[in-house]
């Protein structure tokens, strides 16, 4: 049987293969794990995004709390990262996001934090899949009855907690900046405008109107092409997106170019230097940052700590070490003076901070950092394991990196979900990546299978 949890918790198709019944037994499993030891009744915090299916999924959860005695407290839509700021501020047993991400309206996910703010560790998902189990083939577990049957709390003013909470992390006002800012049709559509308002800014808001099914639909940090266009027709300083839980964010310059997660990264590194904020001068990444990433930060002074792809392999990193800045290419970043996970809006205030007090452009603090030409080559095999011990294939990447030399890197991984093999090349010669790539990924295709 398939593990349940996947990267970020559950996902799937709602109401085909992410069903309204799973969502009842993960609420009922999570009160009873999380409540175990609990001399109180167990609250479980909920949050959703703007889906159509959300509401459905935060009734079939609150159900399932409420079966196992517990108290739930809907928030209504709010970003991700505003369930795990608030599930640790009302010291609530757990906190649940009802959402997908990125992923169109029609797909919907459940991911837990735990009452301390953080996700949850693989060990503790294993344990309430085990009780989800068992709850499917004999619901023996305890049902309580009159009075200690729970209840539903509605509180639509947290989020006005969390956008509190938000404003208070900047530390000089927006005043004179002109943003437009990408909602997403999604879960920063009511918070990000009043936090940028309220901290000065001037700002254009598109794609602030959900209806249930236009949630990162051409818009949001997945396409930025109406974000592009906005900034230049509205001559603003930048354009912010975030995706449609907003734990994301990437942003536009004023030319309209984008300025993905590995630049943002660089533009807070240099503003935290300049303060004295980034302790040991290091930022946090995984192994998909871009080369020119790397030459960036060492220019300016600081190191970089790897990690393999994931934030929570990020997260981990710099809690171990206690790092302040880390976070992906894709936006996901994390400032962990203020965060337990990764915080869009805490992300975007952070970039027009950092625009704010270096008064250059935007496009000037983006050229601090040059990226590299980058080309990725998924290749289809029969089987995944092994490859790293094969001699063709480090034959082959040995031969790829001793050319590019010092201009360049190769790295070569497996899909976590898929029978593929990833070959990406990072170099300044794009048809050199080409032709370097694909040697690579044709000895990885013959040596390991191709997959019919």
Request: hydrophobic share 35%; charged share 25%; glycine share 10%.
């Amino acid at each position: 049987m398939a593990r349940l949890f996947g990267t970020d918790g559950v996902r799937g198709e709602a109401n085909i293969t992410l069903l309204p019944e799973l969502a009842f037994r993960l609420g009922r499993a999570a009160t009873l794990y999380f409540g175990k030891n609990s001399p109180t009744q167990p609250v479980i915090l909920i949050g959703r995004d703007t889906r159509i299916s959300g509401q459905m999924f935060e009734s079939a959860l609150a159900g399932g709390i409420t079966s196992a005695g517990g108290l739930a407290v809907t928030a209504g839509v709010v970003p991700t990262p505003a369930v795990a700021y608030l599930a640790k501020q009302m010291r609530a047993n757990a906190g649940i996001v009802i959402s997908a991400s990125h992923n169109p309206f029609g797909d919907n996910g459940i991911k837990f934090f735990g009452g301390d703010g953080y996700k949850l560790p693989d060990a503790t998902e294993d344990e309430l899949e085990a009780i989800v189990r068992r709850i499917e083939t004999n619901d023996d577990l305890d049902r309580p009855c009159g009075e200690n049957i729970g209840r539903v709390e509605e509180r639509t003013d947290l989020i006005n907690q969390y956008i509190d909470f938000v404003c208070s992390t900047a530390k000089t006002r927006l005043t004179g900046l002109k943003v437009v800012l990408d909602c997403a049709n999604g879960a920063a559509y009511e918070a990000m405008p009043k936090v940028l308002r309220r901290l000065g800014a001037n700002v254009k808001i598109i794609h602030a109107l959900p209806n249930g099914t236009n949630i990162n639909d051409r818009c949001g940090s997945t396409h930025l092409e109406s974000l592009k266009r906005a900034v230049t027709e509205n001559r603003a300083d930048i354009g912010i997106a975030h995706d449609g839980d907003a734990d994301r964010c990437l942003c536009v310059d004023e030319k309209g170019e984008v300025i993905d997660g590995d630049h943002i990264l660089v533009m807070c590194a240099q503003n935290m230097m300049r303060d004295g904020t980034l302790n040991n001068k290091t930022v946090v990444t995984t192994v998909m940052a871009n080369i020119g990433f790397h030459r960036a930060i060492k220019e300016m002074g600081g190191r970089v700590e790897v990690t393999q792809v994931g934030d929570r392999y990020v997260l981990e990193n710099m809690l171990k070490n206690n790092y302040r800045l880390g976070g992906e290419q894709s936006g996901h970043i994390i400032f962990t003076d203020y965060s337990t996970t990764g915080d869009g809006l805490i992300t975007g205030v952070k970039v027009l901070e950092s625009l704010k007090t270096s008064g250059k452009k935007a496009s000037d603090l983006s050229a601090l950092m040059t990226t590299y030409p980058q080309l990725l080559i998924n290749v289809r095999v029969a089987h995944k394991e092994g490859w790293e011990n094969n001699p063709a294939i480090n034959a082959a990447i040995d031969e790829g990196e001793n050319e590019l030399g010092d201009e360049g890197r190769i790295l070569v991984r497996p899909s976590g979900t898929e029978e593929l093999i990833r070959v990406m090349a990072e170099g300044k010669d794009q048809r050199q990546l080409e032709r370097i790539c694909k040697n690579i990924a044709e000895v990885v295709e013959r040596e390991q299978g191709k997959k019919e």
